[in-house]
């Protein structure tokens, strides 16, 4: 079964995107999230009242947690519009409602990102923290929307439940990937399920410069790759016509020395009876 790009995207995201939906959360900015969201861990729900307050931009506590790694974690962004000042903190315990309670960031700051999708490697969580303590990732960042402020910048904050397991007992895929909305584009009308890609820099590019025996359409390392079979081929070759050369100036074995002998004296035999 062949995967486009945007089904692709959708079963990493778990079927969250609609064929024909902005698979970079566009049609969903202003509905269902601001211009950023989490794509991973799952954040809490959005609402437009709230997104603009700290720290965690929903009316909503921590309903769902999701299981996370004690070590090499990772947050995945959709971002359905550019932003500006992104950071990553991280608060311990059951419900964290002060934006001090937000002490540690995990993430380096982000100056801008883009439409599309970005994953981030989280730093290393402390020791004392043991499977089963219960956190808050925090997303805070600038951006603006259409409608409110008269499209001024504001700041955005969302938050992502989490419940720390050991490392080796996290099992989830995480849909960690790094693509911009101008690098892909939606299935044409046609069906085309080939149609949505991404076309990473430089890729389909073909060199025209110039052309040589082994023909214009092979690369550098297909050309040096036939250049040195011919080589080991003719080697091949001289080495086996020696081996034959050599073979027939071979001395002749004892055995057949005296086979000639042996004829020789039959000769003379025969030479010396005919005489009489």
Known sequence: MKFNKLSYLAVLTGGRLALGQEVHGEGAEGIEMGPVAFLWPADRPWSAEADNIAPCGSASGPTNRTHYPLSQGSVSLS?????????????????????????????????????????????????????????????????????ELGGRNQSFYACADITFVETEDFDIQVPCFNVRASEFNLPKDDGDEDSATTKPSGAGETNTEGSDAFGSGLTSGAKAGIAVGVIVASLAIVGAVAFVVLRKRKPAPVDQERAIAASKGMANVTSANSRN
Do not use: R
């Open 79 to 147: 971002i359905a519009d550019d932003a500006w000042n992104v950071a990553f903190s991280i608060a311990y315990g059951n419900n964290s409602t002060a934006q001090s309670d937000f002490t540690q960031q995990v993430v380096d700051n982000i100056t801008a990102i883009e439409a599309g999708h970005q994953c981030y490697k989280v730093a290393d969580i402390p020791d004392a923290v043991e499977p089963g303590t219960n956190a808050t990732i925090q997303l805070e960042y600038w951006s603006s929307m259409d409608d």
